[in-house]
């Protein structure tokens, strides 16, 4: 698979608490430069992002992040907030709970509560595969096939697990055709990028890719 294909899929991530605008903007800098999806960033760094890309690239943001258990009208306002400041995606967690307890009705109201402000940006829903079962992931393939989200995305990277290549196999099955994958958590080289592709995921979140990339570079000189 051409490396330009894998990074096309690349949501370049810096989510981590410490992180500072001069690391974020090398980021934004790094995903425009090798044509990277978007950039996916913490909220308080959304206007800023926005306003150096220019456009050049979507910034994708974080809701409920990284547990989930906000409440929904919590969610929906740091929704609308990031998109007023500049976000063109939205990557949100479910209340994972609410899964646990077969609440599956809650879950896709609150989906279908944070997508109607949205509206025709684009809704990525975590639902963090590392605490849930089996039958919990393929009743959350339906919960989001039906909530109008584009993606069904499979982890924070928080969690204590990440995406596996037997999940995104497992949501390629049972997620409706119009439902997007994204894999998120662990991505660490090319070849795990390209495997994750070829099982059925269009977008990647991760920040080791882009890395790996202009490591392969520096070797080539």
Known sequence: MEISKILSAVDHTLLSADATWPQVEAVCADAAHYGCASVCIAPGFVAQAADYLQGRLPVCTVVGFPNGYATTAAKCFETE???????????????VGWAKEGRYDRVLEEIRAVKAVCASHVLKVIVETCL???????????TVSDSGAEFIKTSTGFAGGGATQKDVALFAAHVAPHVKIKAAGGIATLADAED???LGASRLGTSRIVKAVKAQEREAR
């Open 132 to 142: 849930l079962t089996e039958e919990e992931k393929i009743a959350l393939c339906k």
């Open 81 to 95: 907030d990031a998109l007023k400041n500049g976000a063109g995606e939205i990557d949100m967690v479910i209340r």
């Open 196 to 198: 994750f592709l070829r």
